[in-house]
């Protein structure tokens, strides 16, 4: 079993930047690609970035290219980390980690495998 704990959410102003954690602890990490996901109040949950096992391939979805960054450090207890910046008020969501045990990291939630319970991030206007 995988345990995953985010980290990081909070309050902060349009335009400003937040670093969002996850750490993994449980079976190995290693084999899985990450995920991480957001819903909105009153929105189905979407699709964020991703990254390989090794960190040597990522996906991002449209809306956040160019301001959010998905990086892992194996080493560090399996942390994988969202850096987002320029903030704007419709980034405002519930944001998941995710683990995936499948073959190539991916958009779909579906294939995730393993979610953390979510941290809130708020960006007021």
């Known amino acids: 079993q995988v345990q995953l704990v985010e980290s990081g959410g909070g309050l902060v102003q349009a335009g400003g930047s937040l670093k969002l954690s996850c750490a993994a602890s449980?079976?190995?990490?290693?084999?899985?690609?990450m995920g991480w996901f957001r819903q909105a109040p009153g929105k189905e949950r979407e699709f964020v970035a991703a990254?390989?096992?090794?960190?040597?391939?990522?996906?991002y979805a449209d809306s956040v290219k160019g301001r959010f960054t998905i990086s892992r450090d194996n080493a560090k207890q399996n942390t994988v980390y969202l850096q987002i910046n320029s903030l704007k008020p419709e980034d405002t969501a519930v944001y998941y980690c995710?683990?995936?045990?499948?073959?190539?990291?991916?958009?779909?939630?579906?294939?995730?495998?393993?979610w953390g319970q979510g941290t809130q991030v708020t960006v007021s206007s």
């Open positions: 449980g079976r190995t990490f290693g084999p899985y690609h």
């Open positions: 990254i390989s096992r090794g960190g040597s391939n990522t996906l």
């Open positions: 995710a683990a995936d045990t499948g073959s190539i990291p991916s958009t779909r939630e579906v294939v995730y495998d393993y």
